[in-house]
Every structure is written in structure tokens, then in C-alpha cells.
């Protein structure tokens, strides 16, 4: 079975500054994605940012970018210039693909909890 | 296109009743499920549907039904509701490569 795990239940940064969240994972799975969540305050999940495992290239969206390291089956989340608006939970999220027409769901890790301070 | 919506947004049921979370999604994906998030602990799969008649057990399905008779709509039914689940709930559609997720449902039992 998959597992994922988040061992910062709370971080905080201030704005500007760069933050890194953690997450592990454990899978004997070869073909999957990898994903880290956003939940604000007004409970959304809104999807920050998505890794398929067979790129090896670090996925990257705006201030938000992963480092993806399959061997070590780790996938953290770097916030660059954090604002004030960032500050939510934040959830990675593993999912099997087992097929191309049929995905499989997704577990997640427990969570961190980000304040963003001015 | 209004995404997946979940009804009601808020709901406290007292020990025993049933009820229905209601779910609906318009961008045509064959897979459904729904999950329950606790403090502490993520979002759990609840029970999941990969098209129309075909559903599925996750990892926390007792004392809930499902069943998806379009490929629109996924209703999550509470047969006797108790306190352990007080919880939010969250219906999600996906295509092969990312979940959707409704605004969730708080759900307290007393």
C-alpha cells in the first residue's frame, strides 16, 4: 500500500521570504503522479502544482516550484517570494496510474500548516 | 461549466438520521469519488465510482452508501448517522491526470 508523509505539521515564513515544504512517500509502484494541494481557510482544495514520476524534470508553476527525487521518493514544494495569500494548509497527494483511461485515487499526507507573516 | 458542486454546504444531523450528501459534476468524467478530512488526519477515500454502475469501497466505507446511476451525479448517503462522523466531506471528478474537488460539505452529528 502507498503512503504519503508530511513531518511539518505547522512552518511559517515571512512575506518575500522562500519556503520549503516536505514530503515523503512510499510506493513500489513505477507509474504515478505526485501532487501538493491548497486548502485556505475556505476549505477549497485547489491544486497547486502536478509531478508525473516518469519526468525527471522538477515541475514548476510560477513561485511555485518541486524537487522531485524518485530514488529517495521524495517531493518537496518550494514557495518563493511567499505572500500573505499563501498562507492555507497545504496537502501532497500520491496517485497510481494504472491506466491512461482509468486513474486511480489519491492518498494524502496528513498536511502543513503554512502561515505566511508580513 | 460550474465544475463539481456539492450540496448542502453545511448540515447537523442528530444520532440515528439519514441523509444524502448530494454531488454533481459537468465536465463529463467517468471517475467520482468522495473522501472525509479530519483534523489531523488528510482526506481519507470514502468510496470512488470509475463510470456509471461500477463503484467501490476505499479506505474508510462503513456506514455509508453510494451508488451512480449517471455519469453526472454520485450521491454519498449516511444510513444511521453517529458521531465519529463529524467531519468535512469532499466529492471529486477526475480525468486520467488530475482530481477536481467540490467546495465540501461540514457535517457535525450529535
Known amino acids: 500500500a502507498q503512503t504519503v508523509t508530511q513531518s511539518q505539521p505547522e512552518m511559517s515564513v515571512q512575506e518575500a521570504e522562500t519556503v520549503t515544504l516536505s514530503c515523503t512517500y512510499d510506493?513500489?509502484?513505477?507509474?504515478?503522479?505526485l501532487f501538493w494541494y491548497k486548502q485556505p481557510p475556505s476549505r477549497q482544495m485547489i491544486l497547486v502544482i502536478r509531478?508525473?514520476?516518469?519526468?525527471?524534470q522538477n515541475a514548476t508553476e510560477n513561485r511555485f516550484s518541486v524537487n522531485f527525487q524518485k530514488a529517495a521518493k521524495s517531493f518537496s514544494l518550494k514557495i518563493s517570494d511567499s505572500q500573505l495569500g499563501d498562507t492555507a494548509m497545504y496537502f501532497c497527494?500520491?496517485?497510481?496510474?494504472?491506466?491512461?483511461?482509468?486513474?486511480?485515487?489519491?492518498?494524502f499526507g496528513t498536511g502543513t500548516r503554512l502561515q505566511v507573516f508580513p | 461549466n460550474a465544475g463539481v458542486t456539492q450540496t448542502p454546504k453545511f448540515q447537523v444531523l442528530k444520532t440515528g438520521q439519514s441523509m444524502t450528501l448530494q454531488c454533481a459534476q459537468d465536465?463529463?468524467?467517468?471517475?467520482m469519488s468522495w473522501y472525509r478530512q479530519d483534523p489531523g488526519m488528510g482526506l481519507r477515500l470514502i468510496h470512488y465510482?470509475?463510470?456509471?454502475?461500477?463503484?467501490d469501497q476505499g479506505e474508510v466505507p462503513n456506514g455509508y452508501n453510494v451508488s451512480r446511476s449517471t455519469t453526472e451525479d454520485f450521491p454519498l448517503r449516511l444510513l444511521s448517522a453517529a458521531p465519529s462522523q463529524t467531519s468535512v466531506y469532499f466529492c471529486?471528478?477526475?480525468?486520467?491526470?488530475?482530481?477536481?474537488f467540490g467546495p465540501g460539505t461540514r457535517l457535525t452529528v450529535t
Open positions: 497527494a500520491f496517485m497510481k496510474l494504472r491506466s491512461f483511461y482509468n486513474t486511480d485515487k489519491l492518498i
Open positions: 471529486a471528478s477526475s480525468n486520467p491526470y488530475e482530481q477536481y
Open positions: 465510482s470509475v463510470g456509471a454502475g461500477i463503484t
Open positions: 465536465m463529463n468524467h467517468e471517475y
Open positions: 510506493t513500489s509502484e513505477s507509474n504515478y503522479y
Open positions: 509531478q508525473e514520476a516518469y519526468k525527471q
